[in-house]
């Protein structure tokens, strides 16, 4: 059922009222009806001593008509709703207004056959230190139960006035703020039918009249932009030329650049595989010069050597890697393979360069590792030396962590996922979104103090993206950083 706006605003504020008064009752009646509890124990425990006092002598005196009298006079002045007397043995001496057959239930809130409420007490009676009896009396929670309808008959008062209220002012809300939205809603119908001509007074200050000065300058800005489509009708053979034309010369420059890149990607491939050719050469022979025989500073230089082209040859092949993957020449060559045993070769020169540098290097793999996994070995390799690489790299002192974990998703598929946490200098958080892409370092001293040229990590999400996997970090800057990679894998 549709409703209009005026019965919806009035809903809304009769519910909102109404919630208020409830609560604001709610409130008040909680508050009164403790007072009122309050005064009725501060009553109760007035009168004890005087209780005591009016039937100690008569109990000692074992005077019961006495006893009796004074329950009596207690009861019929309204002070009480009843009183019950026993001795210390518990055997009734007096009652007025009590059944004793009912017996006597524990002070508290006791409410009686016929709905009466009633709060019990109870007071020794003692004289000269030795209790006598016990008085039990009650009093009646009549005005506490009187004060509870007077304030909800007072609250239902209060919400009919505030409702009728209500309906003279939704009345003068509704032609406050629905009347103009009327007027626009005229307005837009207008511009529906074409007519653009339309110019509305904003009346005010308030959120409607900006809203139909905006609604104006809108019906002017399409005023002015039908005359101008207008005006380039007459020209429509020389913009769809124009955009042919364009389109034209994107595309040829899109073809040359692919063909460039192509050629450089080739380029590239090419020299690298050049390149290694003679480096293999010059590293075989420096092994083979590094004989334990020959002096200190001999094998000093020929490890020089070593090291040098070791590195040399790494940046070689990161760059032909990364002309493989431009020109898609990269493929996946799955095998099934001892799971256990991909992770401690892979990382063992990293744990070695580790050790050299004086780092702490510990390898965590799940107990819950499959057996097996079918994988390509070589760029798993790959993956973990150049993060274990960088690690190592750029961690002067503490330690590096790599922790490898299994999350069974299917009967026989998984994600294997790898974390390597270091302490060494952190990213900052302005290098973050460029530090997966090629030529990228942490720091633009990077590689002049650290070596490299950037490829390592592009190089990873590249391979993690050919295994359908994702890589990221966390880092903290000047505490540490943790690379991680997962790689969804099957078991067989």
């Known amino acids: 059922m549709r409703m209009s706006l005026r019965i919806k605003l009035f809903a809304l504020a009769a ?81 007025e207004g009590w059944s004793f057959g009912d017996g006597m239930p524990q002070p508290g809130r006791f409410t009686m056959a016929n709905g009466e409420q009633r709060q019990l007490y109870s007071v020794p009676i003692a004289l000269a230190g030795q209790q006598l ?31 009728a209220l209500l309906v003279p002012l939704v009345e003068i809300g509704h032609r406050m703020l629905f009347l103009p939205m009327r007027r626009l809603e005229a307005a837009a119908a207008r511009i529906r039918d074409g007519d653009y001509d339309i110019t509305l007074k904003p009346q005010g200050q308030d959120e409607v009249a900006r809203l139909t000065l905006a609604f104006t300058q809108m019906a002017d800005a399409m005023r002015a932009r ?34 460039a890149n192509r050629a450089k990607s080739e380029f590239l491939a090419n020299m690298s595989h050049e390149l290694r050719t003679p480096l293999n050469g010059i590293l075989g022979m420096a092994q083979v010069l590094d004989h334990p025989d020959r002096p200190a500073e001999d094998r000093e230089a020929i490890a020089a050597i070593l090291d040098s082209g070791q590195q040399l040859l790494r940046l070689i092949n990161d760059v032909l890697e990364l002309s493989l993957f431009e020109t898609g020449g990269t493929v996946l060559r799955p095998v099934l393979v001892p799971a256990r045993g991909l992770f401690a070769p892979a990382l063992a020169p990293a744990a070695a360069a580790a050790r050299r540098k004086g780092l702490a290097w510990s390898l965590d793999i799940a107990p ?14 790959q993956l973990l030396g150049h993060l274990a690489d960088n690690a190592v790299k750029f961690t002067e002192a503490g330690e590096i962590a790599v922790k490898v974990t299994w999350t069974q998703r299917e009967a026989t598929r998984g994600t294997l996922r790898v974390e390597l946490r270091d302490t060494g200098i952190g990213i900052p958080p302005a290098l973050r979104p460029r530090l997966f892409l090629r030529f990228s370092q942490a720091e633009s001293s990077s590689t002049r103090r650290y070596g490299g040229i950037g490829l390592g990590l592009a190089i990873c999400r590249h391979l993690t993206e050919l295994m359908d996997g994702v ?22």
């Open 15 to 95: 519910s909102a009222l109404l919630l208020l008064a409830g609560v604001l009752t709610f409130m008040q009646d909680r508050l009164v009806l403790r007072v009122l509890e309050a005064e009725l124990h501060a009553r109760a425990i007035a009168v004890c001593p005087i209780l005591e006092a009016a039937l100690a002598t008569p109990l000692a005196e074992r005077d019961y008509a006495t006893a009796q009298a004074v329950l009596r006079e207690g009861v019929a002045s309204g002070s009480f709703a009843h009183m019950v007397l026993l001795d210390a043995r518990g055997q009734l001496i007096a009652s």
């Open 133 to 163: 009896g016990m008085m039990h009396f009650g009093l009646s929670r009549g005005p506490l139960q009187a004060a509870h309808q007077a304030l909800l008959l007072g609250a239902l008062v209060v919400g009919l006035i505030s409702l």
């Open 368 to 381: 819950d590792l499959p057996p097996s996994l079918r994988a390509d070995p070589a760029r798993i390799t």
């Open 226 to 259: 039908l005359r101008a489509l207008m005006a380039s009708e007459a020209a429509p053979a020389v913009l769809l030329e124009n955009a042919r034309i364009r389109e034209i010369d994107l595309r040829e420059a899109r073809d040359r650049a692919e063909v």
């Open 471 to 492: 890589i990221g970090f966390d880092s903290t800057p000047g505490q540490g950083s943790v690379f991680w990679f997962e790689i969804p894998l099957p078991t067989a």
